[in-house]
């Protein structure tokens, strides 16, 4: 059963990187990676990372992005990540990697090798957006308890049009009993006030999903939750 929704966007912003992205261990494993000789447990976080970019940078740009795949992607065979790699100076992973479940970590790669190379790799687009989620009725708001992420992408793709491209390449799961691609579309997602009647949402995902809601201040959606079953 579809519950309505009025959602008032509060904030939207583009972001070219996700605050605290890379963490002190992954600098470690990136440095590991490069067979960097220092003693990296005796450098605090600043110094980790600066030598962590000095290193890449060091690097031809394919095989930067190769360490920070292979880190990033432990499952892809050294092929796969040798192709992406090269791939990477002209293709927009975060938006056109088939399996969306990679987009955030391609996103993160690809903020991270511009950095160290000056803007050579291409600047990926994401947005910060702040949403209020109203409904007429208090037990229609118990669909985001159920199931957070699945409920918030469909009211955002209900919110579109349906020829948006996220309607067109999920309708069946925006439909259906189970959304698991729902995490690769929004990737950060937090409920950051309860008000009985509406909800407070921030949320990090790819422009490339969610740019109609640039020009959008309020929009009527449906949605429902994952089946339990």
């Not at 479940?101 to 950095?115: Q, V």
Request: with cysteine; proline share 2%.
């Amino acid at each position: 059963m579809q519950s309505k929704f009025t959602v008032q966007v509060d904030s939207f912003q583009k972001i070219s990187k996700i605050q605290n992205a890379w963490s002190v261990g992954d600098f470690k494993a990136l440095l590991t990676i490069m067979d960097f000789d220092d003693d990296v447990d005796a450098m605090d976080a600043g110094e980790l990372r600066e030598m962590c970019m000095m290193s890449l940078s060091d690097l031809k740009p394919e095989d930067a992005a190769a360490v920070v795949l292979t880190h990033s992607f432990p499952t892809l065979s050294r092929g796969k990540v040798e192709q992406i790699s090269h791939d990477m100076m002209d293709e927009h992973c975060w938006e056109e990697y088939p399996d969306c479940l990679y987009h955030e970590r391609f996103f993160n790669a690809y903020s991270l090798l511009r950095e160290a190379f000056n803007g050579k790799f291409a600047k990926p687009t994401g947005v910060e957006i702040a949403l209020t989620v109203t409904a007429a009725h208090s037990e229609d708001m118990t669909i985001f308890d159920d199931s957070l992420h699945s409920s918030i992408v469909r009211l955002l793709a209900s919110g579109q049009d349906d020829d948006a491209l996220i309607n067109r390449l999920y309708e069946e799961q925006i439909q259906g009993k189970y959304f698991p691609e729902a995490k690769g579309i929004v990737w950060q997602l937090k409920q950051i006030a309860d008000n009985g009647l509406s909800r407070q949402f921030s949320l990090v995902s790819s422009y490339f999903w969610l740019e109609f809601f640039e020009q959008v201040d309020e929009f009527k959606a449906v949605s429902h939750a994952d089946s339990a079953a």
